[in-house]
């Protein structure tokens, strides 16, 4: 069975099905398989249509973070660059028109540990018109690029001409290590961008996504990233016990 990437969206559609069970909303007949698979398919096409002459989906502020999301339901769907299927067209195009916004930096070394795993003094990022979105965006590009199915792939456009996917992702691993917040009450999360002052979930959730993914190709983060992780994921838990624990409250 074919590994399909995670998504944000799998845990929306957990709650929008918890709370129809929630407030007993009436329930409809269960959709079959092939009606499920119908569907699917359906979207797809539409999807299609909707795909730019330079590759990209989706109009406005943010291209990358629209098209990674696009290209990614094709592959999910087994359509892969260079692959000769249906999409194959639209997921390479979508691919090249993501990796004209890479960004490659220089790399250093973080207060709690070591980012550059494979020493090449660099690491690689996604945004398009606000350094703003770059943890969103690059978050969403990693499970892309391995969704692609293509490590050995090389890329075509943009500063990673003639390196592979698969050294892409590296250094977007390596990205996701440096930029962690180091101190503070955020610490061991991620927000706007690498070495932000503070954290928030919804942006945290991103290279999170994203680490999950590069480790279906092996490429894996530093343990000090993880262990900087727990950190945060204790604090938003305490945070939101001891908010519920004042909900509950009598007054």
């Known amino acids: 069975m074919k590994r399909k990437i995670l998504s944000a969206l799998v845990g929306l559609c957990i709650l929008v099905f918890a ?13 079959t398989q092939s009606e499920i698979n119908d569907a699917i398919q359906k979207g797809l096409a539409w999807l299609a249509t909707q795909q730019g002459s330079d590759g990209r989906f989706g109009s406005g502020a943010n291209p990358v973070a629209y098209t990674a999301a696009a290209v990614l339901a094709f592959e999910n769907e087994g359509h892969f660059p260079g692959g000769g299927t249906e999409y194959s067209d639209e997921v390479e195009r979508g ?10 930096h220089s790399i250093s070394m973080q ?8 020493g090449n003094g660099l690491y690689v990022s996604f945004y398009d018109d606000s350094y703003s979105r770059e943890v969103y965006e690059s978050g969403m ?52 961008y690498a070495n932000y002052g503070n954290s928030d979930n919804s942006t945290a959730q991103w290279p999170v996504l994203g680490l999950v ?37 009598p007054r």
Not at 97 to 103: D, M, Q, S, V
Not at 214 to 232: R, T
Not at 238 to 244: E, G, K
């Open 19 to 31: 709370a129809a069970l929630f407030f007993d909303a009436p329930k409809a007949e269960a959709a």
């Open 95 to 104: 691919l090249d028109f993501i990796f004209l916004y890479a960004r490659t």
């Open 111 to 118: 207060l709690h540990g070591d980012p550059d795993t494979n």
């Open 141 to 192: 590009v990693m499970q892309a690029i391995v969704a692609s199915n293509t490590p050995d792939r090389t890329v075509t456009t943009g500063p990673c001409t003639g390196w592979t996917y698969r050294a892409v992702m590296e250094d977007l691993v390596d990205w996701a290590a440096f930029g962690r917040v180091d101190s503070g009450s955020g610490r061991g999360g991620w927000r706007y």
């Open 213 to 249: 993914a590069a480790e279906q190709w092996g490429i894996y983060a530093p343990q000090f990233v993880k262990d900087e992780l727990n950190i945060w994921i204790n604090y938003i838990q305490t945070a939101r016990m001891v908010a519920q624990d004042i909900l509950i409250q």
